[in-house]
């Protein structure tokens, strides 16, 4: 494999062991605990080096991940951010949902800057492709719900086809998965089906959504289709096996979660997540590695919550505050250029995640955004507006978390910067009282901390 020019070929800036991170050398999953964009991308590329393989389990190009090596600020979307590290193999595994058009756009972008990319990228034969239809699918179902109601009432997608492309997987017979795109007489009989379904379903729902419908042809999606499956087919394989005989040859694995627990299909805010098990849960199914084979689960957490798209979320700041955060944490989606929703630490949120994920470290995210502000506010319960009464457990129901109201614990905040503390005995007492009253409510260790979007700007925590 081409290694030496590829930009992370430079040794990492930080260098420590995993024992200090409490991540022991075993498999080790990376998942979000709030609702997405907490950072995951950095932690996955500062923990990179000590795996052989970075694979994402769920989700498609709906996901965003930025990471910084040197001065280069890359934007990943599908591809696994362990791309960076010439060393590293990355998996697409089953459970994600690829649309071959931006896995491509992806690929080719990252070429023209130097990163190699070859036989360490692999994709699942049983992964599901992402079809226009589905992209159309989407923009149709949003229009149809906020017909007359507003833009209050759509979930608010990310646009890439995901929610339809995850029920043609559950439907099985409208949907094609990676592997067939190397079929090509099976794949134009299959899509000539399936399109002329989508079709009459797509051209109902676009009257009455009231917008304009242009019908697919199957042979011409065929073709095309078939053109990204031969650019495709040298990585793709039975990246299950592929998994499996790694591990056999002791191999480390680690997974990179996408999106985030609490928007997660089964366990996250109802129904505004997304599509796939994008908590920890995932992983065993979105990769065919079974639970008892994932070791640590580190859990991403940003020091202040954000959210895009609709529904719930109960320390939303409609003022300065939720502002200066937006503009000082860069809270615009890496995938959308949505302004993100921001308001202040959900610890009960964080805290039903963690457990459903099974988080043994938490890593916190973004810490530096919050200096500057002299008080901070932490939520520790949620009291329901109509009865009065506090809620005991993080309500399933997203009706019961929009009626909600925070209780907060106010807290001294940090004055100063801290993007230029090394070590984390370098933080303001503040910023440590900040960090234990995480780790004492969550009743996870917080493992490490970044004060900025560098890896030299990630602190550990000593034990
Ligand atoms: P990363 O990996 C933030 C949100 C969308 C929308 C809902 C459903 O960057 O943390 P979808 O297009 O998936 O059907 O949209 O889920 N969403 C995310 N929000 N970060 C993400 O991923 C997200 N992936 C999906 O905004 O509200
Ligand atoms: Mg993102």
């Not at 959504?209 to 697919?216: L, N």
């Not at 308001?343 to 994920?357: I, M, N, Q």
């Not at 399933?396 to 929009?402: C, F, G, I, K, P």
């Not at 940090?414 to 005995?425: H, L, N, T, Y």
């Amino acid at each position: 494999m081409p290694a030496s020019k590829a930009p992370s070929a430079r040794p990492s800036d930080v260098d420590f062991a995993l024992e200090d991170l409490q991540v022991s050398a075993g498999n080790t999953a990376v998942v979000g605990l709030q609702w997405g964009d907490e950072g995951k991308g950095k932690i996955v590329d500062l923990l990179t080096p000590r795996f052989d393989c970075v694979v994402r389990y769920n989700g498609g190009a709906n996901a965003g991940h930025s990471v910084v090596v040197g001065n280069e600020r890359y934007a990943l979307h599908l591809i696994p951010s362990g791309i960076l590290n010439p060393d590293t193999v990355n998996v697409l595994g089953n459970g994600v949902v690829i649309d071959p058009a931006s896995l491509l756009d992806e690929i080719n972008h990252l070429r023209a800057r130097g990163v190699a990319i070859g036989d360490n990228l692999r994709i699942s034969d049983r992964a599901h492709v992402v079809f226009p239809h589905h992209k159309v699918q989407d923009a149709l179902t949003e229009a149809a719900l906020s017909k007359g109601r507003g833009d209050g009432a759509k979930i608010g997608t990310t646009g890439r086809g995901i929610g339809p492309c995850y029920a043609d997987k559950a439907i099985r017979s409208t949907a094609i998965r990676v592997g067939e795109l190397l079929h090509p007489e099976a794949l134009r009989e299959k899509l000539r089906v399936i399109v002329r379904i989508k079709n009459a379903m797509l051209k109902a729902l676009a009257e009455e959504a009231g917008m304009p419908f242009t019908p697919e042809d199957a042979d011409a999606v065929a073709k095309q289709y078939l053109a990204y499956g031969e650019s495709l087919r040298p990585h793709i394989c039975d990246a299950t096996q592929l998994l499996h005989d790694a591990m056999a040859a002791g191999k480390h694995l680690l997974f990179e979660g996408a999106n985030a627990t609490l928007l997660d299909i089964d366990h996250g805010t109802y129904p505004y997540v997304t599509s796939s098990n994008c908590s920890s849960l995932g992983v065993y199914a979105g990769t065919g590695v079974p639970g008892q084979r994932v070791t640590n689960i580190v859990g991403i957490v940003k020091a202040y919550s954000t959210r895009v798209g609709g529904g719930p979320m109960p320390t939303e700041l409609h003022d300065e505050t939720g502002e200066r955060i937006r503009k000082v944490g860069r809270e615009y989606g890496t995938t959308t250029g949505r302004a993100r929703r921001c308001g202040w630490l959900d610890l009960v949120a964080v805290k039903y995640s963690a457990t459903v994920s099974g988080a043994t470290c938490i890593g916190l995210m973004l810490l530096d955004v919050l200096a500057g502000l002299d008080r901070l506010k932490i939520c520790v319960g949620y009291r329901d507006k109509s009865t009065g009464k506090t809620l005991a457990n993080f309500p399933a129901d997203a009706d019961v978390l929009a009626r909600v109201e925070p209780v907060y614990e106010e807290v001294a905040g940090f004055p100063a910067p801290i993007d230029g503390c090394r070590r984390f005995e370098d933080l303001p007492n503040e910023a440590q009282a900040y960090i234990r009253r995480i780790e004492a409510y969550v009743g996870v260790p917080v493992c490490m901390v970044s004060i900025g979007p560098r890896r030299d700007q990630t602190l550990v925590r000593p034990r």
